[in-house]
């Protein structure tokens, strides 16, 4: 079962790669918008922090069922956010930048969002690397604690892209709502479910 679920995460979180090269290599040069440059930016950006979001969300629902041997499954969601916000952070780079390092620094230092978005994907670096196996043990409880700093990930990517967006729409609201049920429910969550686990 555990198998087949982690199929679905992969070829679900796969599903937004395979549509964007669909648009990219069918010739609809309008299915992008006017600055394709900007749309792949904003949707590699939006579609991690999506998932990243849908790793906290199932983990909280996973404890709401009190199926936690299904926990193993955020990591998938956790290492797919990654790579699409690895490929955000590559898009802005090469393609807005043209792989300019000190226009890259400078842009970094003169937006703020751009610096809190920084932190996330170091903090999601930081996670990737973690995860692999011998990293893992050779930490031991550390990984634990290092694991905590996707709390601050996840504000920071949050708020990054609340004001990077140009205008106030319903999905930056959305995910800041998200976010802020997730940490909500990070500091309360165990009162609820000692509630409802004596019920």
Not at 25 to 35: K, M, V
Not at 168 to 184: F, K, M, R
Request: glycine share 6%.
């Amino acid at each position: 079962m555990l198998a087949l679920l982690r199929i679905i995460i992969h070829l679900c979180c796969f599903a937004p790669l395979v549509w964007l090269l669909f648009v990219l290599f069918s010739g609809n040069e309008t299915a992008l918008g006017s600055d394709p440059i900007k749309e792949i930016e904003h949707f590699l950006g939006y579609t991690a922090i999506l998932i990243f979001c849908a790793m906290f969300l199932l983990s909280i629902l996973l404890q709401l069922l009190n199926k936690n041997q299904y926990q193993i499954l955020r990591r998938p969601l956790g290492l797919w956010a990654f790579v699409l916000a690895l490929l955000h952070v590559a898009s802005y780079l090469f393609l807005e930048l043209g792989f300019d390092f000190s226009l890259f620094i400078n842009e970094i230092i003169t937006r703020p969002y751009l610096i809190l978005g920084g932190i996330a994907f170091l903090i999601l670096s930081v996670m990737a690397i973690t995860s692999l196996p011998q990293i893992k043990q050779w930490l031991g409880k550390r990984w634990f604690q290092i694991h905590q700093l996707a709390y601050i990930a996840i504000i920071c990517a949050a708020i990054h892209y609340y004001w990077s967006s140009k205008s106030v729409t319903l999905a930056p609201i959305v995910v800041s709502l998200a976010v802020i049920g997730i940490v909500i429910w990070k500091y309360s969550g165990k009162y609820l479910l000692t509630f409802l686990h004596k019920k």
